[in-house]
């Protein structure tokens, strides 16, 4: 090849390739061993003269050469934005394939030190380079390093030169520009927020943001209640709650009460608390304790004498001591010493002692007791001598009959406690007027409305003995229970006790009696060990299940009687059978006449084992001794699955149904979601109305904590429907009087109470098709040829909806606020525990704005999600992938999208979008609905078929839609999901509008299909639970019962749905 041939190639290249800058020309460029030559003609700086026609040329490599290694270096002088490399390697006539055997294994690294290979931007493989060759290498740098070598003992590839290996260089030209500037052209200046003023050479993206700023070029402000670096940090605590300066995370108006230091993150110290750390603690918190650096609050109780959140109240007249519990008993009804019930004026008549606690002895009364009873009276009153006893009297006692001395006694201590009873009385009523006192954080102090105390510090030992002389009842000194609390008053009772980090539920629970409280001889015996599941959760003795009879002889089984709150034994709490109970499992079961069991507890969670299986697979058969058990139904849904057994006993040759009720989405120790736990709560309940069973049976692994709070949840709500009013820490005590530990942890603890709340305020609406269509009817009118007209009143429903919207934080949407470039919008954000969390893959993202859903009868098998933004078509595919999405709604169409052609191939066309590839099948059309069968196909991954469909009549920026369109699309996706496997992708322009109407009625046609039922109310609800923003208008709510209707009463037209 001739040099004009090469240099018609190189000039071609400098005007159609080289927009951005020449940065090496004429730069300073070295090299090692230099081919000698008198005229220096193979010199570094021959490849940056822009004369192809000198070259440079290092010793050769390989054969016999001494020399291995052969590199060539230019020094841009100062750091650059690099976007690539051109190299034109020297050719000879006729010799092409031998120079670019010599050229062939080379390496492309850039630096910002003269004396590291930093970064490799190419290295040549097997195949032989063009000796004009380009590679971009987008990198910052000073230093470019051309490298080969031939080391002795590698074997390289037959194509390579081994001997004779010259590095020739005719120009080398390093493209790119200044740091500060991007664009083909070098003229755009880089965003001014982005960190040493540095961007991405071609888009202008910006590495790294100064403090302050995010998104890709750095323009956005950082989210509410973020700053800094990367937006990563939180804002303190700034007065009312506000955000914080962006850069610095200073609280411009200041700090919230408690705080103080220029980020507002150090607490009041010492005795000081409130704004600015200014006001001073009371002297009067018990043991002279700090108060809460917020509200000052002293969360310790205050000292004798005083009451009040900040004990800056004197107890009020007549009563004295911690908590001003104590009655004064001064003479002319003066007030006492508050701190210590000293009398300045004396003793009321009948009592002694420096704080008049002391009753006259027997025989004395009045004041000072100085009065002696009269002759005649054994005992009389100690206030006025009235005899209340003669010696007669006394001597008539038989030993079959109570002593009237002790009745006598007791009807003076009656006395003396309604006295007591009476004060407490009007210091309950006096309460009453004063301000609420609410819980704050870390604080344990005081009652909304508080109850009368039932008993005094002076009359009450700290337990008392009951009917089993065993047991004690404990009374908690310092218990902050609110008491009864009516049931239509829940919901503020627990926004109440979520102040101050959650303080209330925390001190309510942990002033609850746990641990082993009671004898458990009989499970600690040698030969019953073995029988349980935990060596540290046994049953009491004194209310453990007896077994009458057993394979092996034994009566133990780790089961106990619990009672509902009127007393009476209505449940058995045990732990999840081990293989050796199965058998006894089932004796039990028949034994006590249970005919419901509630599993909370998954055979394995992670890889523990956790309850082994004691029911036969379905139309199978299980046998334990006597006992035969048939699996005759199983029901799946969502969250929990029913399964009805038949059980026959071969002794007696009698059968009896038994249900199963397994809920299966609740981790041991965790947390489960309240109204998904309420929901199960009531199927169990609805299915059981009318059960024979003497006791429902309720088990999780150990029998303790999932079973506490079910069995709470089940006994608080019967309650409250029969009385109007609940007692939360009195059942769990009841309970726990019956079965240790029952409800472990505070995070349990507080679920029954989120629970308990949705139970109370948001009832169930669960109605039959008959009745849905009838009330549908009475609200408005229809006729039955197809049409329905959208009349329904559903207004105060609605309003419901929303009051009842689980509220969540800033904490709840970290990712996306992280990533807020990413969204369409900023008031549509994924929740974290709920949003599609990528695979980790290098340098691509991790973000996506999608969350799972769960339908009506499959737990996370659905997706809601934005439609692809431009920039990130490629992690919209890795959605695809990830979660095994075959089928992708888009409820609007395809073309009005901006993305659509990035990603969406049109027939017969392929389309290529990172490491993905979309192949269209093909594709058809119904008046509503447009069907595309594509193909996703992914390096290292099996071809992947996808259907989308989209609905080309929904237009962009139209809220709802005829409800023909949204159940013809529904049935469509149904009809597909019967063939494949894989979740549900629904898409709109921020994931939640258009998506809530389908996702709802989607559910409800399946409820309708699977129990003959509907609930779109109790179905709204849980979807807001994963996204708040679904159905946020009357408009998407109505349209919901609008399309129900419609398939109601066409449902042989939508026969698939």
């Known amino acids: 090849m001739t040099s004009s041939y090469w240099m018609i190639l190189f000039l071609m290249r400098i005007v159609l390739v080289n927009a951005y800058v020449d940065l090496s020309y004429k730069k300073e460029a070295t090299q090692n061993k230099t081919v000698p030559s008198p005229t220096g003609a193979y010199i570094a700086a021959n490849a940056l003269d822009r004369n192809i026609t000198t070259c440079t040329r290092t010793e050769p490599l390989g054969g016999q050469s001494p020399y291995t290694k052969a590199w060539w270096k230019v020094d841009l002088r100062r750091m650059y934005k690099i976007y690539s490399v051109n190299i034109l390697f020297k050719n000879y006539d006729g010799e092409e394939s031998r120079q670019r055997g010599r050229f062939a294994g080379f390496s492309i690294y850039i630096s910002k030190k003269e004396s590291d290979l930093e970064y490799r931007c190419y290295k040549n493989g097997k195949q032989l380079p063009d000796l004009n060759f380009t590679n971009v290498c987008e990198k910052t740098g000073r230093y470019i390093i051309i490298y080969n070598e031939r080391l002795v003992g590698v074997s390289y590839p037959d194509d390579y030169a081994k001997d004779n290996v010259y590095m020739e260089l005719c120009e080398v030209i390093v493209d790119g520009c200044e740091l500060d500037v991007y664009g083909t052209n070098c003229n755009t200046q880089c965003p001014d927020q982005c960190k040493n003023n540095t961007c991405h050479i071609q888009t202008g993206d910006c590495f790294k943001c100064k403090p302050g700023w995010s998104g890709p070029k750095c323009n956005l402000v950082c989210g509410y209640g973020f700053y800094g670096v990367d937006c990563n940090e939180t804002c303190k605590h700034c007065i009312k709650n506000v955000t914080c300066d962006h850069l610095t995370g200073r609280c411009e108006g200041g700090c919230a009460a408690g705080w103080n230091g220029s980020l507002c993150n150090q607490k009041c110290v010492g005795y000081w608390y409130g704004l600015d750390c200014k006001l001073q603690c009371s002297e009067h918190c018990r043991d002279k304790t700090v108060c809460n650096h917020v509200n000052g609050s002293c969360e310790s109780g205050c000292a004798a004498g005083w009451y009040g959140a900040l004990c800056d109240k004197v ?147 700290q337990g008392f003995q009951t009917e089993n002389a065993d047991l004690q009842v404990f009374r908690m000194e310092h218990s902050t229970s609110p008491g009864d609390i009516a049931a239509k008053n829940i919901k503020a009772q627990v926004e109440n006790m979520c102040v101050g980090d959650n303080s209330g539920f925390k001190c309510e629970y942990n002033d609850i009696p746990r641990g082993e409280l009671h004898p458990c001889s009989v499970a600690k015996k040698q030969e019953n060990t073995t029988k349980n599941r935990y060596t540290t959760i046994f049953p009491y003795d004194h209310s453990r299940v007896v077994l009458k009879t057993s394979h092996d002889g034994n009566d133990y089984i780790n089961a106990n009687y619990i009672e509902d709150t009127n007393g009476k034994k209505a449940y058995i709490a045990t732990q999840g059978p081990k293989s050796k109970t199965i058998t006894d499992f089932w004796t039990m079961i028949w034994q006590e006449g249970v005919t419901t069991i509630v599993c909370l507890t998954n055979l394995k969670e992670g890889v523990k084992n956790k309850c082994n299986q004691y029911w036969p697979n379905i139309n199978d058969k299980l046998q334990a001794r006597d006992i035969t058990v048939r699996n005759v139904e199983e029901k799946m849904y969502a969250e929990n699955i029913i399964r009805k057994f038949k059980i026959y006993n071969n002794a007696n040759e009698q059968d009896r149904p038994v249900t199963m009720y397994h809920y299966t989405t609740w981790a041991d120790h965790g947390v489960a979601d309240p109204l998904s736990l309420v929901v199960f709560h009531r199927q169990v309940m609805k299915a059981t109305a009318q059960s024979t069973g003497k006791y429902t049976l309720v088990h999780c692994s150990a029998g303790v904590g999932r079973t506490g709070t079910y069995i709470a949840l089940d006994a608080l709500y019967r309650e409250g429907q029969n009385t109007g009013k609940i007692n939360v820490p009195m059942y769990v005590n009841t309970m726990r009087k019956d079965r240790m530990n029952m409800i472990q942890g505070e995070d349990q603890y507080r679920v029954l109470y989120f629970a308990l709340m949705e139970a109370f305020c948001g009832p169930p609406k669960a109605v039959t098709k008959e009745t849905f269509l009838s009330k549908y009817h009475g609200n408005g009118s229809f006729h039955n040829d ?106 609007c169409s395809i073309k009005d999208t901006k993305s659509s052609t990035r990603w969406f191939p049109k027939k017969g066309n392929n389309i290529h979008v990172g490491n993905f590839t979309m192949k269209h099948l093909s594709s058809t059309s119904s008046p509503h609905v447009t069907k595309t069968e594509l193909v996703l196909q992914n390096k290292g991954s099996n071809d992947m078929g996808i259907t989308v469909f989209e609905c080309p009549s929904w237009n962009i920026g139209q809220l709802t839609v005829d409800k023909r369109v949204l159940l013809d699309v529904i049935n469509e996706v149904k009809t597909a999901k019967t063939y494949q496997e894989g979740r549900i992708i629904i898409l709109s322009s921020d994931g939640a509008t258009r998506c809530g109407p389908f996702c709802a009625v989607y559910n409800a046609l399946e409820q309708i299909t699977t129990d003959g039922e509907v609930d779109l109310f109790t179905i709204a609800r849980q979807l807001k639970v994963r996204r708040p923003e679904f159905l946020s208008t009357l408009a998407e709510y109505q349209l919901c019962y609008d399309t129900v209707a419609e398939y109601l009463l066409n449902d042989s037209v939508y026969g698939n749905c």
């Open 315 to 461: 107890c009020p007249h007549g009563f004295f001591g911690l908590q001003c519990l104590k009655l004064c008993r001064c003479s002319n009804n003066s007030t006492c010493n508050p701190i210590n019930g000293e009398c300045l004026s004396g003793c009321k008549d009948g009592y002694l002692g420096l704080n008049c606690s002391m009753s006259c002895p027997v025989g004395y009364f009045g004041a000072n007791c100085s009065e002696i009873c009269p002759q005649d009276c054994t005992i009389c009153r100690n206030t006025d001598g009235a005899c209340e006893s003669t010696p007669r009297e006394v001597s008539s006692n038989t030993s079959d009959a109570p002593s009237k001395g002790l009745i006598i006694g007791g009807t003076v201590g009656g006395i003396i406690a309604v006295l007591i009873g009476v004060g407490v009385v009007v210091l309950a009523m006096w309460l009453r007027k004063q301000p609420v006192v609410k819980s704050t954080k870390d604080s344990c102090v005081v009652f909304e409305n508080p109850v009368v105390i039932q008993s005094m510090e002076e009359t009450s030992p």
């Open 786 to 891: 197809g049409k329905v007209s959208q009349t329904v009143n559903l207004a105060t429903e609605f309003e419901e909806l929303l009051f009842l919207r689980k509220v969540y934080t800033q904490k709840d949407y970290v990712s996306g606020r992280v990533h807020i470039s990413a969204n369409y919008t900023q008031s549509v954000l994924p929740l974290e525990e709920y949003m599609c969390h990528f695979s980790y893959t290098e340098g691509l993202n991790t973000y996506y704005n999608a969350v799972l859903l769960q339908t009506f009868l499959e737990n996370d098998s659905m997706i809601s999600a934005q439609y692809p933004l431009p920039e990130y078509t490629e992690d919209f595919l890795r959605l695809i992938r990830d979660f095994n999405a075959r089928i992708i709604v888009f409820l």
